[in-house]
């Protein structure tokens, strides 16, 4: 459970390698890639026996590539007596650069695991960007290799492709 719940595997939505995506006039999606290490810690949430329980997890998270800097959060998670099958929401403030912008946003991940099959959303919070990243906006994909985590985010981001 706790691979999960370090960053699922999530089902590939972004676009074919080299595609440009056009959202409104003088937006275009950009592609940032890089790796992390994760720190997770259980907080005490009562009964360890009541897999039912809702868990409490505090984040801290080291990113490299073309995000650089740190991420702290708190997860909320449920598993079940069912072998592969839990959930978590979290929330996380990075603070850092994007592609040498400075600032900081907010990322929400909601996750499911059905039986084995992961289903992972990580967003923006919308209006969250600061500094250098006032009004960006994105998705993040998280993959786990070999016990490696890497990320893959596609965002847009006022006056970053001029």
Do not use: C, W
């Not at 940032?32 to 994760?38: H, R, S, W």
């Not at 897999?51 to 079940?80: C, P, R, W, Y």
């Not at 907010?106 to 990580?122: D, E, F, I, K, Y």
Request: net charge neutral; hydrophobic share 30%.
């Amino acid at each position: 459970m706790s691979a999960f719940f370090a960053g699922t595997p999530s089902v590939p939505s972004s676009p074919a390698k080299g595609t440009v995506i056009v959202l409104e006039k003088g937006s275009t999606t950009m592609h940032a890639n890089g790796t992390f290490e994760v720190k997770l810690t259980t907080q005490d949430s009562g009964d360890k026996n009541d897999k039912g329980a809702v868990g409490t997890m505090t984040i801290e998270k080291q990113f490299h590539g073309d995000l650089e800097g740190a991420s702290n959060g708190v997860m909320l998670a449920v598993s079940t007596d069912v072998k592969g099958s839990a959930g978590y929401v979290a929330m996380e403030k990075f603070t850092g650069t994007l592609k040498g912008r400075s600032g900081t946003f907010a990322l929400q991940h909601t996750g499911t695991m059905n039986r084995g099959t992961p289903s992972l959303s990580v967003t923006v919070v919308p209006d969250s960007g600061t500094g250098q990243l006032t009004g960006l906006t994105g998705k993040l994909d998280i993959e786990i290799s070999g016990g490696k985590h890497s990320y893959k985010f596609d965002y847009t981001l006022p006056d970053a492709d001029k």
